[in-house]
């Protein structure tokens, strides 16, 4: 079945330090990949996707690559902010037909110290 | 952003008793999604809907049940409220266009406790 693996958290960073959150993924046939954001006490939204291999996906400083030799899409910032901080969540659709559906990883909690 | 809510945003229940949430949206999209999420899960979809009447299962079905009368509303019901059940209840539509993605919007959550 499909399933994505994200990193544990939590993490936490100081503010302008690098940040990578590990994403890999297992899917049949070719997935839709996504980076999904939830801050404090609110629902999730789309940071970034990419719909086929080697494909870059970018938003917010935020940036992800679509590997499909290594199934994997890391979440990478290179100098984050104290309002970066959330819940982030790797996801991916292997929709087909009429059923669109998305499969999240758990989550990896971000907190960035000023 | 899509105009989704959801209603009610905070409930305390009791086991056993019956639970309806709602989810309401406005931008006429065709997909709704009903999810829970849990410490250590993630996101698990329970229930979902491709249009007015047509509703399936999701991973973790069990217990709940759903309806869709008109395009902007999807209940969701618990029958028979368990502690297991508390969670924090989220909704998501997703508008059909073409290609292969489709950016799922989410509604603000509900939290539901069942004592």
Redesign the interface.
Known sequence: GNSVTQMEGPVTLSEEAFLTINCTYTATGYPSLFWYVQYPGEGLQLLLKATKADDKGSNKGFEATYRKETTSFHLEKGSVQVSDSAVYFCALDTSGGSNYKLTFGKGTLLTVNP | DAG?TQSPRHKVTETGTPVTLRCHQTENHR?M?WYRQDP??????IH?S?GVKDT?K?EVSDGYSVSRSKTEDFLLTLESATSSQTSVY?C?T?R?GG???????????TRLTVL
């Open positions: 989704i997909y999604y250590g899960h993630g996101l698990r979809l979902y491709y399936d999701g989220f998501a997703e059909k290609g292969s993605y489709n950016e799922q919007f989410f509604g603000p959550g």
